[in-house]
């Protein structure tokens, strides 16, 4: 017995020893790294933090331009700001055109409840609605769509909604999202509302089965029945937030709803009350407009021909200011470059900065490079893509290439510890294939990586919505997010090796039983906005 205790004293104090030794191995190289900090880090540091410009790009891009849909002057706007700050910086930029988009420009929209009642509601026409004849308000009786039996039942009922505006959305039960219930309602009526919630859904959802339309495709056949207009709530279960998308109508307007207004103006005409919109929507058609990507470059000087790419696409939807999607993956890649053209002017590699038009439509700007230019293609080093919101990076995967580790492991040891120590790594992941413009690069074997950021409600509260705007920039953050960007671009350029493109051996798709394959480089739409 004293034996085996003595034995297993040893054999922990022996596992101890190793585990010691390991800690110190591993914690030598760290305190020499701290003590030998390359000053160039450390002087990324100072300016991002001393000398930030992230407010006033943030104000200039998000409060005076605006949202940039594509196709639209705003966006024009935008990509000609772009050029010119860069300039000024002393960074060589152009603005490359990529293809064509159906040109539009918001005017104002006015909705309001003129009867039984009067009322000013919360709404505004979607993305390429067609403006109110004359730019004079329309004003209409409301319908709501019935339940019929079938798809004959509801073409004997179309009739119906000649001279109305109809209203295809479905009414809300409650706007209080799902934390608001779970803070303060029993348990018991909190499931209640869920079950009276999806029964609800799923009764509509058949509606529209029976009725033979789906959202997309019900506007069109609405307005060939003569209706004066579209009304829609496309609630985004947050407080006061709807998502604001397109039109699918030609000739008659198609108006958002804020879900308080629009749950109202649906229950007065359910309840026979016969209510009546005044709906004023400006806005002009101006054909087929240019898209273009908006690129800018340090170049570089013992390998010109290698590129380092710093990516954010560039377009928005133009429900709020497109602030958080994406202004501030935008203002991260700018900053990033001023920082490194004030301290780095002379990289080894050229680092290339794409911000990419209609991403929002397909990543079309990114695709369109990727497909232009394959002589840059094969040649990046890295390319580091931020999109999802205003949150600091969180996330990095390895996208499937089976060494990400060995590089973007070095570059990461380079990053101050309180910003590295925020971020989750998958090696090697799994190769993206959609979502953002580094899918783009990706699918065409780029080592292309995405800054995956803190969630901050983006989905529910801004990504897409009304509420996308300047005051949803948190700063602090996105100022982390430069630093990041930067350093990374610093030591994958002065890297002495080429990174490597070795892919993962893809598993087995379960559903399938065939292997998984890498995902497909696509074709951009270059001529968009039509259908």
Same mark, same amino acid.
């Given at each position: 017995?004293?034996?085996?205790?003595?034995?297993?004293?040893?054999?922990?104090?022996?596992?101890?020893?190793?585990?010691?030794?390991?800690?110190?191995?591993?914690?030598?190289?760290?305190?020499?790294?701290?003590?030998?900090?390359?000053?160039?880090?450390?002087?990324?540091?100072?300016?991002?933090?001393?000398?930030?410009?992230?407010?006033?790009?943030?104000?200039?891009?998000?409060?005076?331009?605006?949202?940039?849909?594509?196709?639209?002057?705003?966006?024009?706007?935008?990509?000609?700001?772009?050029?010119?700050?860069?300039?000024?910086?002393?960074?060589?930029?152009?603005?490359?055109?990529?293809?064509?988009?159906?040109?539009?420009?918001?005017?104002?929209?006015?909705?309001?409840?003129?009867?039984?009642?009067?009322?000013?509601?919360?709404?505004?026409?979607?993305?390429?609605?067609?403006?109110?004849?004359?730019?004079?308000?329309?004003?209409?009786?409301?319908?709501?769509?019935?339940?019929?039996?079938?798809?004959?039942?509801?073409?004997?009922?179309?009739?119906?909604?000649?001279?109305?505006?109809?209203?295809?959305?479905?009414?809300?039960?409650?706007?209080?999202?799902?934390?608001?219930?779970?803070?303060?309602?029993?348990?018991?009526?909190?499931?209640?509302?869920?079950?009276?919630?999806?029964?609800?859904?799923?009764?509509?959802?058949?509606?529209?089965?029976?009725?033979?339309?789906?959202?997309?495709?019900?506007?069109?056949?609405?307005?060939?029945?003569?209706?004066?207009?579209?009304?829609?709530?496309?609630?985004?279960?947050?407080?006061?937030?709807?998502?604001?998308?397109?039109?699918?109508?030609?000739?008659?307007?198609?108006?958002?709803?804020?879900?308080?207004?629009?749950?109202?103006?649906?229950?007065?005409?359910?309840?026979?009350?016969?209510?009546?919109?005044?709906?004023?929507?400006?806005?002009?058609?101006?054909?087929?407009?240019?898209?273009?990507?908006?690129?800018?470059?340090?170049?570089?000087?013992?390998?010109?021909?290698?590129?380092?790419?710093?990516?954010?696409?560039?377009?928005?939807?133009?429900?709020?200011?497109?602030?958080?999607?994406?202004?501030?993956?935008?203002?991260?890649?700018?900053?990033?470059?001023?920082?490194?053209?004030?301290?780095?002017?002379?990289?080894?590699?050229?680092?290339?900065?794409?911000?990419?038009?209609?991403?929002?439509?397909?990543?079309?700007?990114?695709?369109?490079?990727?497909?232009?230019?394959?002589?840059?293609?094969?040649?990046?080093?890295?390319?580091?893509?931020?999109?999802?919101?205003?949150?600091?990076?969180? !996330?990095?995967? %390895?996208?499937?290439?089976?060494?990400?580790? +060995? #590089?973007?492991?070095?570059?990461? /040891?380079? @990053? &101050?510890?309180?910003?590295?120590?925020?971020?989750?790594? !998958?090696?090697? %992941?799994?190769?993206?294939?959609?979502?953002? +413009? #580094?899918?783009?690069?990706?699918? /065409?074997? @780029? &080592?292309?990586?995405?800054?995956?950021?803190?969630?901050?409600?983006?989905?529910?509260?801004?990504?897409?919505?009304?509420? +996308?705007?300047?005051?949803?920039?948190?700063?602090?953050?996105?100022?982390?997010?430069?630093?990041?960007?930067?350093?990374?671009?610093?030591?994958?350029?002065?890297?002495?090796?080429?990174?490597?493109?070795?892919?993962?051996?893809?598993?087995?798709?379960?559903?399938?039983?065939?292997?998984?394959?890498?995902?497909?480089?696509?074709?951009?739409?270059?001529?968009?906005?039509?259908?």
């Amino acid at each position: 017995m004293k034996t085996e205790l003595i034995s297993s004293r040893w054999r922990g104090a022996r596992a101890f020893s190793r585990s010691l030794l390991l800690s110190c191995l591993l914690s030598a190289p760290l305190v020499q790294a701290q003590q030998k900090q390359d000053p160039m880090v450390a002087n990324i540091v100072k300016e991002a933090n001393q000398n930030s410009q992230l407010e006033k790009l943030a104000h200039e891009l998000v409060d005076v331009i605006g949202p940039r849909l594509v196709g639209s002057p705003l966006m024009m706007q935008a990509h000609n700001w772009a050029v010119e700050k860069y300039k000024g910086w002393g960074i060589s930029a152009r603005n490359e055109k990529w293809g064509e988009w159906r040109g539009w420009q918001r005017g104002i929209s006015h909705i309001d409840l003129v009867h039984p009642r009067v009322r000013s509601l919360e709404g505004m026409q979607l993305a390429w609605s067609p403006a109110t004849k004359g730019n004079k308000p329309l004003v209409a009786e409301t319908i709501v769509l019935p339940d019929p039996a079938d798809s004959l039942a509801f073409q004997k009922w179309l009739p119906n909604v000649k001279g109305k505006l109809v209203l295809i959305s479905m009414p809300q039960a409650t706007g209080r999202p799902d934390y608001n219930w779970q803070e303060f309602a029993t348990k018991e009526s909190f499931e209640k509302m869920k079950q009276e919630r999806t029964a609800q859904t799923n009764a509509w959802n058949a509606r529209f089965k029976k009725m033979g339309y789906t959202s997309r495709t019900l506007p069109a056949a609405l307005e060939k029945a003569g209706a004066a207009g579209i009304v829609t709530s496309n609630w985004s279960n947050g407080f006061g937030v709807n998502k604001i998308f397109s039109a699918y109508t030609k000739k008659i307007p198609a108006v958002d709803i804020a879900l308080e207004d629009y749950g109202l103006v649906y229950r007065l005409t359910e309840s026979g009350q016969k209510p009546k919109l005044s709906i004023k929507t400006e806005a002009k058609e101006l054909g087929m407009q240019p898209a273009f990507n908006t690129i800018a470059e340090i170049k570089g000087t013992e390998k010109p021909d290698e590129y380092v790419i710093l990516s954010a696409h560039f377009d928005s939807w133009d429900g709020g200011s497109g602030a958080t999607d994406n202004a501030t993956g935008t203002i991260v890649m700018m900053e990033a470059m001023r920082i490194l053209k004030k301290l780095y002017p002379n990289p080894k590699r050229t680092i290339l900065v794409g911000h990419w038009g209609s991403e929002e439509q397909g990543l079309n700007g990114s695709r369109a490079f990727v497909e232009d230019h394959p002589e840059i293609v094969k040649n990046v080093q890295a390319l580091f893509n931020q999109d999802n919101g205003t949150g600091r990076v969180v !996330n990095i995967s %390895g996208q499937g290439f089976l060494h990400a580790y +060995d #590089y973007l492991g070095r570059w990461l /040891a380079k @990053v &101050p510890s309180d910003i590295r120590s925020q971020i989750e790594t !998958n090696f090697p %992941g799994s190769p993206g294939g959609g979502g953002s +413009d #580094y899918a783009s690069f990706v699918a /065409a074997g @780029v &080592p292309a990586f995405s800054l995956s950021s803190l969630n901050w409600s983006y989905f529910n509260y801004t990504w897409h919505t009304n509420r +996308d705007t300047y005051d949803k920039i948190v700063f602090d953050d996105v100022r982390s997010n430069a630093i990041l960007t930067a350093i990374l671009a610093y030591m994958a350029s002065e890297d002495p090796a080429k990174t490597s493109r070795e892919r993962i051996v893809l598993p087995v798709n379960q559903r399938t039983g065939e292997p998984m394959k890498w995902p497909e480089q696509r074709s951009p739409t270059r001529k968009g906005g039509l259908e």
